[in-house]
């Protein structure tokens, strides 16, 4: 008598095995290299260093991909299909760290929160896994969309130019700093009778920057959303599915035959290179800063737990509360793996989930053969540095897309909670998203509050999703039926 084997656990033939777990690749691609993209040039580090966290990001992100997929221990792995990437969730508070510590320090102080949000999220998964409840479509609707809301500023700075340094809106005319310089040097020469110059004196920038807005730009950012919606809509099958790496490739051709993009970091980078733990020396550990990651472990956490209910109702598969211990505890793993590899946090690509459902494949070694594809291309620095000598302008119009799909997704999930009979859901999302617009529209909100609980406040993805659960607490209550968030978790198919 032969035993069945179920289909999360069917072994495929190794070229489709390849072909498939490729396909999960290039879907998850473009959302895996955006983070340390971002957070690399928050923290002002070099192109090599930002090439550098691409490749550990795409190292890692194979590494615990492998982890969740094939299992390791009784402790670790849901053993589902799923791939593994850094969070979007985490991208606000590790950017207000960069910006307060740029450069390696900066690095050291969001390595060492990681570290210690891992290491809390592996002791508090079993506890997270019962939490669910507090964590309804109304909340985590609102979570996504505020998550969405707050990137599309990213977005649209690669567009434009940044608010602040060479791309800014305005400069300081160079005239005038020419004069201030000239007077400074006066009022510093031995026997001047001038008083000294205060300390940080700066002139007001009133000048308009050519540099910023420039038409170019904008012009192949557009470029690039135009390709990505034109092969999403007439695309079919896996073409449509890498609709957005597609439209960056288009993108950073015309970008290079403009002469915009430089191969030189591509030409002197290695083909091969091993990726070495605490590359920016050792991580400091600030408690502030580790309790915030933590509460973002949290959501990411219980997004997480929807995902893998989600994923085993598509797949079949039981997951008991073992099984979701399991998925999380590897949640935190791979977050203590990624800082300890000068990475980010990781959760379950939700894309990925979608991809599962659209294909049909549940075999949980598609996404093994992924993870080792992800291992092999960490290990080309050569690739890293052609993604990160991209101009921004080229991830612009693919930042619209990938940071909007993640509000869209939001509000796909608010779409199914109930309006029409129940007022205070209206409310919770009204208030929570409020909230979590303060540090956007006004980031200096916090300038009489004590500096220690700053980096608790700045990021308006923690505020909103404080104030969700403790308003859906107070007017709904805890509930026990955890299906409204299983269908939530099945409807968002982007991070």
Same mark, same amino acid.
């Given at each position: 008598?032969?035993?069945?084997?179920?289909?999360?656990?069917?072994?495929?033939?190794?070229?489709?095995?390849?072909?498939?777990?490729?396909?999960?690749?290039?879907?998850?691609?473009?959302?895996?290299?955006?983070?340390?993209?971002?957070?690399?040039?928050?923290?002002?580090?070099?192109?090599?260093?930002?090439?550098?966290?691409?490749?550990?990001?795409?190292?890692?992100?194979?590494?615990?991909?492998?982890?969740?997929?094939?299992?390791?221990?009784?402790?670790?792995?849901?053993?589902?299909?799923?791939?593994?990437?850094?969070?979007?969730?985490?991208?606000?508070?590790?950017?207000?760290?960069?910006?307060?510590?740029? &450069?390696?320090?900066?690095?050291?102080?969001?390595? &060492?929160?990681?570290?210690?949000? &891992?290491?809390?999220?592996?002791?508090?998964?079993?506890?997270?896994?019962?939490?669910?409840?507090?964590?309804?479509?109304?909340?985590?609707?609102?979570?996504?969309?505020?998550?969405?809301?707050?990137?599309?500023?990213?977005?649209?700075?690669?567009?434009?130019?940044?608010?602040?340094?060479?791309?800014?809106?305005?400069?300081?005319?160079?005239?005038?700093?020419?004069?201030?310089? *000239?007077?400074?040097?006066?009022?510093?020469?031995?026997?001047?009778?001038?008083?000294?110059?205060?300390?940080?004196?700066?002139?007001?920038?009133?000048?308009?920057?050519?540099?910023?807005?420039?038409?170019?730009?904008?012009?192949?950012?557009?470029?690039?959303?135009?390709?990505?919606?034109?092969?999403?809509?007439?695309?079919?099958?896996?073409?449509?599915?890498?609709?957005?790496?597609?439209?960056?490739?288009?993108?950073?051709?015309?970008?290079?035959?403009?002469?915009?993009?430089?191969?030189?970091?591509?030409?002197?980078?290695?083909?091969?290179?091993?990726?070495?733990?605490?590359?920016? +020396?050792?991580?400091?550990?600030?408690?502030?800063?580790?309790?915030?990651?933590?509460?973002?472990?949290?959501?990411?956490?219980?997004?997480?737990?929807?995902?893998?209910?989600?994923? +085993?109702?598509?797949?079949?598969?039981?997951?008991?509360?073992?099984?979701?211990?399991?998925?999380?505890?590897? *949640?935190?793993? &791979?977050?203590?793996?990624?800082?300890?590899?000068?990475?980010?946090?990781?959760?379950?690509?939700?894309?990925?989930?979608?991809?599962?459902?659209?294909? +049909?494949?549940?075999?949980?070694?598609?996404?093994?053969?992924?993870?080792?594809?992800?291992?092999?291309?960490?290990?080309?620095?050569?690739?890293?540095?052609?993604?990160?000598?991209?101009?921004?302008?080229?991830?612009?119009?693919?930042?619209?897309?990938?940071?909007?799909?993640?509000?869209?997704?939001?509000?796909?999930?608010?779409?199914?909670?109930?309006?029409?009979?129940?007022?205070?859901?209206?409310?919770?999302?009204?208030?929570?998203?409020?909230?979590?617009?303060?540090?956007?529209?006004?980031?200096?909100?916090?300038?009489?509050?004590?500096?220690?609980?700053?980096?608790?406040?700045?990021?308006?993805?923690?505020?909103?999703?404080?104030?969700?659960?403790?308003?859906?607490?107070?007017?709904?209550?805890?509930?026990?039926?955890?299906?409204?968030?299983?269908?939530?978790?099945?409807?968002?198919?982007?991070?």
């Amino acid at each position: 008598m032969t035993t069945s084997v179920h289909p999360v656990d069917q072994h495929l033939p190794a070229g489709k095995v390849a072909a498939l777990g490729l396909q999960h690749v290039l879907v998850m691609y473009a959302g895996a290299i955006a983070v340390p993209l971002i957070v690399g040039r928050a923290l002002k580090l070099s192109p090599e260093d930002v090439a550098y966290l691409i490749s550990a990001d795409l190292f890692c992100c194979g590494l615990v991909t492998l982890i969740q997929a094939l299992g390791a221990t009784q402790w670790f792995g849901i053993k589902l299909p799923v791939m593994m990437g850094v969070t979007f969730a985490s991208v606000a508070p590790m950017v207000a760290m960069a910006n307060a510590n740029p &450069g390696p320090l900066g690095a050291q102080l969001i390595f &060492g929160s990681i570290i210690g949000a &891992g290491v809390i999220s592996i002791a508090i998964a079993p506890v997270v896994s019962r939490m669910l409840r507090f964590f309804p479509p109304v909340v985590t609707g609102t979570i996504i969309a505020v998550i969405g809301i707050s990137l599309m500023r990213i977005g649209i700075n690669w567009i434009f130019g940044n608010p602040v340094g060479p791309t800014a809106p305005v400069i300081v005319d160079p005239d005038h700093a020419k004069w201030l310089a *000239d007077v400074s040097q006066v009022v510093g020469a031995p026997g001047s009778a001038l008083p000294p110059v205060p300390k940080d004196l700066a002139l007001a920038p009133k000048l308009p920057n050519p540099k910023y807005a420039d038409l170019s730009g904008v012009g192949i950012s557009a470029l690039v959303l135009v390709s990505i919606m034109m092969i999403a809509r007439f695309g079919k099958g896996f073409i449509a599915n890498i609709s957005v790496l597609l439209g960056i490739v288009i993108g950073g051709t015309v970008a290079t035959a403009l002469g915009l993009m430089n191969f030189s970091k591509v030409e002197k980078a290695a083909w091969f290179d091993v990726v070495l733990p605490f590359h920016f +020396g050792a991580p400091q550990f600030d408690p502030i800063l580790i309790l915030t990651m933590s509460l973002v472990m949290v959501v990411v956490m219980i997004e997480s737990t929807g995902m893998f209910l989600a994923l +085993g109702e598509m797949t079949d598969r039981e997951i008991d509360q073992a099984a979701l211990a399991r998925g999380l505890r590897t *949640d935190g793993l &791979g977050t203590l793996i990624g800082g300890v590899f000068n990475t980010f946090p990781y959760t379950s690509f939700s894309q990925n989930v979608g991809l599962v459902a659209v294909t +049909g494949v549940k075999s949980r070694f598609v996404c093994v053969a992924g993870g080792l594809i992800l291992i092999a291309l960490g290990l080309l620095p050569k690739m890293a540095a052609l993604v990160e000598s991209l101009p921004t302008v080229v991830l612009g119009g693919a930042g619209l897309v990938m940071f909007g799909m993640v509000a869209a997704t939001g509000i796909r999930i608010l779409a199914g909670v109930d309006f029409k009979t129940n007022r205070f859901n209206a409310m919770i999302v009204a208030i929570s998203i409020g909230v979590g617009m303060v540090p956007l529209v006004a980031p200096n909100f916090k300038q009489w509050m004590p500096h220690g609980i700053h980096p608790l406040i700045e990021s308006g993805i923690l505020l909103a999703s404080l104030c969700a659960v403790s308003l859906n607490l107070f007017f709904n209550g805890a509930q026990t039926d955890t299906s409204a968030a299983v269908r939530a978790a099945a409807q968002a198919d982007a991070h």
